[in-house]
Protein backbone atom coordinates (compact mmCIF):
# COMPACT_ATOMS: atom_id res chain seq x y z
CA UNK A 1 0.00 0.00 0.00
CA UNK A 2 1.51 3.58 -0.77
CA UNK A 3 1.47 5.81 1.93
CA UNK A 4 0.46 9.64 1.73
CA UNK A 5 3.81 10.44 2.74
CA UNK A 6 5.17 7.84 -0.38
CA UNK A 7 2.92 9.86 -2.80
CA UNK A 8 4.05 13.11 -2.13
CA UNK A 9 7.68 12.01 -2.25
CA UNK A 10 6.99 10.33 -5.75
CA UNK A 11 5.10 13.66 -7.08
CA UNK A 12 7.82 15.37 -5.76
CA UNK A 13 10.61 13.96 -7.63
CA UNK A 14 8.95 13.56 -10.57
CA UNK A 15 7.70 17.43 -10.43
CA UNK A 16 11.82 17.68 -10.02
CA UNK A 17 12.94 15.32 -12.63
CA UNK A 18 10.16 17.27 -15.19
CA UNK A 19 11.63 20.32 -14.09
CA UNK A 20 15.25 19.55 -14.83
CA UNK A 21 14.83 17.93 -18.07
CA UNK A 22 12.81 21.03 -18.95
CA UNK A 23 15.79 22.75 -18.23
CA UNK A 24 14.05 26.40 -18.13
CA UNK A 25 12.07 27.46 -14.80
CA UNK A 26 9.21 29.10 -17.21
CA UNK A 27 8.44 25.65 -18.52
CA UNK A 28 7.17 23.84 -15.50
CA UNK A 29 3.42 25.30 -15.15
CA UNK A 30 3.39 23.68 -18.24
CA UNK A 31 5.62 20.55 -17.31
CA UNK A 32 3.74 20.56 -13.86
CA UNK A 33 0.35 18.95 -14.97
CA UNK A 34 2.09 15.80 -16.12
CA UNK A 35 3.70 14.28 -12.73
CA UNK A 36 -0.01 14.96 -11.31
CA UNK A 37 -1.45 12.81 -13.90
CA UNK A 38 1.64 10.13 -14.12
CA UNK A 39 1.14 10.55 -9.91
CA UNK A 40 -2.75 9.71 -10.32
CA UNK A 41 -2.15 7.28 -13.15
CA UNK A 42 0.38 5.62 -10.71
CA UNK A 43 -2.18 5.47 -7.61
CA UNK A 44 -4.72 3.90 -10.35
CA UNK A 45 -2.71 1.24 -11.05
CA UNK A 46 -1.27 0.71 -7.82
CA UNK A 47 -4.65 0.71 -5.77
CA UNK A 48 -5.40 -3.70 -6.78
CA UNK A 49 -2.39 -4.28 -5.69
CA UNK A 50 -3.19 -2.34 -2.56
CA UNK A 51 -5.34 -4.95 -0.98
CA UNK A 52 -2.49 -5.75 1.47
CA UNK A 53 -3.18 -9.23 3.28
CA UNK A 54 -2.49 -9.66 6.50
CA UNK A 55 -0.44 -12.60 7.92
CA UNK A 56 -2.55 -15.27 9.07
CA UNK A 57 -1.65 -14.66 13.04
CA UNK A 58 -0.35 -18.59 13.81
CA UNK A 59 2.45 -17.53 10.96
CA UNK A 60 3.15 -13.94 12.64
CA UNK A 61 3.41 -15.25 15.70
CA UNK A 62 5.97 -18.19 14.54
CA UNK A 63 7.89 -14.92 12.73
CA UNK A 64 7.94 -13.28 15.92
CA UNK A 65 8.75 -15.92 17.68
CA UNK A 66 11.79 -16.84 15.24
CA UNK A 67 12.89 -13.38 15.54
CA UNK A 68 13.28 -13.07 19.16
CA UNK A 69 14.69 -16.37 19.11
CA UNK A 70 17.51 -15.19 17.12
CA UNK A 71 17.96 -11.65 19.34
CA UNK A 72 18.18 -13.74 22.33
CA UNK A 73 20.63 -16.09 20.86
CA UNK A 74 22.69 -12.98 19.71
CA UNK A 75 22.69 -11.65 23.19
CA UNK A 76 23.76 -14.78 24.69
CA UNK A 77 26.33 -15.14 22.14
CA UNK A 78 27.42 -11.54 23.36
CA UNK A 79 27.42 -11.83 26.87
CA UNK A 80 30.05 -14.77 27.08
CA UNK A 81 27.91 -16.88 29.84
CA UNK A 82 29.67 -18.92 32.27
CA UNK A 83 28.20 -22.26 33.19
CA UNK A 84 27.31 -20.91 36.67
CA UNK A 85 25.20 -18.24 34.34
CA UNK A 86 23.34 -20.44 32.65
CA UNK A 87 20.65 -21.25 35.33
CA UNK A 88 19.68 -17.63 35.47
CA UNK A 89 19.89 -17.36 31.88
CA UNK A 90 16.92 -19.84 31.52
CA UNK A 91 15.09 -18.42 34.04
CA UNK A 92 15.37 -14.96 32.12
CA UNK A 93 14.25 -16.28 28.68
CA UNK A 94 11.54 -18.62 30.30
CA UNK A 95 10.05 -15.43 32.10
CA UNK A 96 10.37 -13.17 29.02
CA UNK A 97 8.52 -15.36 26.85
CA UNK A 98 5.46 -14.18 25.60
CA UNK A 99 2.06 -16.10 26.75
CA UNK A 100 1.52 -19.61 24.93
CA UNK A 101 -1.67 -19.58 22.54
CA UNK A 102 -3.13 -17.13 21.41
CA UNK A 103 -4.19 -14.04 23.54
CA UNK A 104 -7.91 -13.80 24.44
CA UNK A 105 -9.48 -11.53 21.99
CA UNK A 106 -12.83 -10.18 22.43
CA UNK A 107 -14.89 -9.14 19.67
CA UNK A 108 -15.85 -5.16 19.46
CA UNK A 109 -19.32 -5.44 18.73
CA UNK A 110 -19.68 -7.99 21.80
CA UNK A 111 -17.35 -5.04 23.67
CA UNK A 112 -19.79 -2.28 22.70
CA UNK A 113 -22.58 -4.08 23.92
CA UNK A 114 -20.98 -3.68 27.70
CA UNK A 115 -21.76 -1.41 30.10
CA UNK A 116 -19.54 1.52 30.45
CA UNK A 117 -18.95 -0.21 34.06
CA UNK A 118 -18.01 -3.19 32.35
CA UNK A 119 -16.15 -1.96 30.01
CA UNK A 120 -13.92 -0.29 32.78
CA UNK A 121 -13.32 -3.78 34.49
CA UNK A 122 -12.26 -5.55 31.92
CA UNK A 123 -10.18 -2.97 30.79
CA UNK A 124 -8.59 -2.90 34.87
CA UNK A 125 -8.91 -7.31 34.50
CA UNK A 126 -6.31 -6.80 31.53
CA UNK A 127 -4.01 -4.61 33.01
CA UNK A 128 -4.06 -6.42 36.22
CA UNK A 129 -2.78 -9.70 34.10
CA UNK A 130 -0.43 -6.85 32.20
CA UNK A 131 1.50 -5.86 35.26
CA UNK A 132 1.78 -9.33 36.59
CA UNK A 133 3.36 -10.93 33.35
CA UNK A 134 5.79 -7.28 33.61
CA UNK A 135 6.44 -7.98 37.19
CA UNK A 136 7.43 -11.65 36.38
CA UNK A 137 9.61 -10.40 33.46
CA UNK A 138 11.09 -7.79 35.59
CA UNK A 139 12.38 -9.69 38.83
CA UNK A 140 13.83 -12.60 36.38
CA UNK A 141 15.65 -9.44 34.38
CA UNK A 142 17.12 -8.59 37.74
CA UNK A 143 17.49 -11.70 39.16
CA UNK A 144 19.32 -12.75 35.78
CA UNK A 145 21.16 -9.30 36.09
CA UNK A 146 22.59 -9.72 39.11
CA UNK A 147 24.47 -12.82 38.66
CA UNK A 148 26.26 -10.50 35.29
CA UNK A 149 30.02 -9.14 35.69
CA UNK A 150 30.44 -5.51 34.97
CA UNK A 151 31.45 -5.84 31.86
CA UNK A 152 28.51 -8.33 31.05
CA UNK A 153 25.95 -5.91 32.47
CA UNK A 154 27.22 -3.24 30.08
CA UNK A 155 26.82 -5.25 26.92
CA UNK A 156 23.63 -6.17 28.60
CA UNK A 157 22.42 -2.45 28.91
CA UNK A 158 23.60 -1.95 25.37
CA UNK A 159 21.71 -4.84 23.82
CA UNK A 160 18.21 -4.66 25.39
CA UNK A 161 17.93 -0.99 25.63
CA UNK A 162 15.43 -1.19 22.47
CA UNK A 163 13.62 -4.38 24.20
CA UNK A 164 11.46 -2.30 26.51
CA UNK A 165 9.99 -0.52 23.58
CA UNK A 166 7.00 -0.78 21.48
CA UNK A 167 9.33 -0.66 18.30
CA UNK A 168 9.21 -4.59 16.98
CA UNK A 169 7.11 -4.09 14.96
CA UNK A 170 8.46 -6.22 11.69
CA UNK A 171 10.01 -3.15 10.87
CA UNK A 172 13.88 -3.05 12.11
CA UNK A 173 12.56 -1.07 15.10
CA UNK A 174 12.14 2.38 12.91
CA UNK A 175 8.60 2.71 14.09
CA UNK A 176 7.73 3.60 17.58
CA UNK A 177 10.59 2.93 19.28
CA UNK A 178 11.21 5.27 22.72
CA UNK A 179 14.20 7.59 22.99
CA UNK A 180 17.06 6.42 25.11
CA UNK A 181 16.65 6.67 28.80
CA UNK A 182 19.66 9.13 30.53
Not at 130 to 153: C, G, I, N, V, W
Not at 164 to 176: S, T
Amino acid sequence: MISLRQRIVWASLLGSAALASSGAFAQAPAVSAAPTAAVAQADTAAAPQAQHKRMDPAQRMERMQERRAKRLAALKEKLKLTSAQEGAWSTFTAASQPPAGPRPHMDRAEFAKLTTPERLERMQARQAERSAMFAKRADATKTFYATLTPEQQKTFDTETAHFGGHGHRGHGGQRGTAPAKG
